[in-house]
């Protein structure tokens, strides 16, 4: 179950980004970055980045079995100093979340072929209406 959390906080991170101060000049792409500049950093390129996440648009659970992906390019929380405190209790209320809704609920889509739209928050296009019938 920690596999599938991981994955679906890949592709829908609580985080959309944040802004981080530039510690040296650079170029990037042409441009010209200097030291002490506010830059935006997303989420959202980190985590589709098909150098770190084979295939990143697919729901693959699996890319988290063994070792996981590379230092800083899982960064639903962000990372490093900034990292947000409360983490580790947001991981577990997911988990205990997944758990209740799997093992307490037979639940399914009542729009069956149902897709979803990210712009720039995941959202359904027919709001994903479920209907849960408790065991």
């Not at 959390?5 to 040296?24: H, S």
């Not at 983490?87 to 997911?94: C, G, N, S």
């Not at 205990?96 to 739209?117: A, T």
């Amino acid at each position: 179950m920690e596999c599938i959390a991981c994955e679906v906080l890949r592709l829908a991170p609580p985080v959309q980004g944040a802004f981080r101060d530039v510690l040296t000049d650079f170029m990037y792409e042409g441009f010209y970055i200097p030291k002490g500049w506010k830059i935006y950093w997303s989420t959202h390129s980190t985590h589709k980045n098909s150098e770190y996440f084979l295939e990143p648009y697919k729901f693959d659970p699996s890319r988290f079995d063994g070792r996981g992906p590379v230092p800083y390019t899982f960064v639903p929380f962000e990372g490093g100093p900034k990292m947000c405190p409360g983490k580790e209790y947001a991981r577990l209320e997911i988990l205990v979340f997944m758990h209740n809704l799997v093992k307490r609920f037979k639940w399914g889509k009542l729009i069956p072929d149902e897709n979803i739209v990210v712009n720039p928050m995941p959202v359904s296009k027919k709001s994903l209406p479920i209907q849960l019938f408790p065991y």
